[in-house]
């Protein structure tokens, strides 16, 4: 069974723009959710989707978003990016309802300029 | 407020010895504790879990030591190798709606196995 896949795996965006990240669960998995890896910060929960909707939410602004498509595939969104969201961005998928085990993806690396 | 606090932040072992890192959590409520395994360049990988209602769970090497009076729990690696050098985090969830809420994750550890 394939594992969760990020696309892309590298990205470079300036201070101020947008950027979108992508996830794709392990197959039958509903249940995604967002962290962020930061050396500073370590691994902080952002939020998380199941069936398309958001069921639960960490400290983040609300800048950072997210939205869950009906084949539980997921983006996340950052707005006018700042230098500090330079960081790992890593995705996990769940079988919610039969484990509470969360699967990680390789991440998405974001550097702002 | 760090709710789950890791310790040590980096620890060395010889190749055959035993590896330990050691957590604290500063919420009752939470019911679910994993550990994970981190490559550079690669996401975390469960290696085991536990829920609040055994002391012990040991999966082949790994094993973790659950404390809850003390609110403390622990990874154990026996026979640690050089494989094993990563990054070890634990973490804490609540167990809702069928499934564990968002983890919160102690700053890691990054073990070293000597040859």
């Known amino acids: 069974k394939a594992g969760v896949t990020q696309t892309p795996r590298y990205l470079i965006k300036t201070r101020g723009q947008q950027v979108t990240l992508s996830c794709s669960p392990i197959s039958g998995h509903r249940s995604v959710s967002w962290y962020q890896q930061t050396p500073g910060q370590g691994l902080q929960f952002l939020f998380e989707y199941f069936s398309e909707t958001q069921r639960n939410k960490g400290n983040f602004p609300g800048r950072f978003s997210g939205r869950q498509f009906s084949n539980s595939r997921s983006e996340m969104n950052v707005s006018t990016l700042e230098l500090g969201d330079s960081a790992l961005y890593l995705c996990?998928?769940?079988?919610?309802?039969?484990?509470?085990?969360?699967?990680f993806g390789p991440g998405t690396r974001l550097t702002v300029t | 407020q760090q709710q789950v606090k890791q310790s040590p932040q980096s620890l060395i072992v010889q190749k055959g010895g035993i590896s330990i890192i050691n957590c604290a959590y500063e919420?009752?409520?939470?019911?679910?504790f994993p550990w994970y395994q981190q490559f550079p360049g690669k996401g975390p990988a469960l290696l085991i879990a536990i829920r609040p209602d055994v002391s012990e769970k040991k999966e082949g090497r790994f094993t973790i030591s659950f404390n809850k009076s003390a609110k403390q729990f622990s990874l154990h690696i026996m026979d640690s190798q050089p494989g094993d050098s990563a990054t070890y985090f634990c973490a804490a969830s609540f167990i809702s709606g069928g499934g564990a809420d968002g983890l919160t994750f102690g700053k890691g550890t990054h073990l070293i196995i000597q040859p």
């Open positions: 919420n009752t409520a939470f019911d679910y």
């Open positions: 996990a998928s769940s079988l919610v309802g039969f484990s509470y085990e969360q699967y």
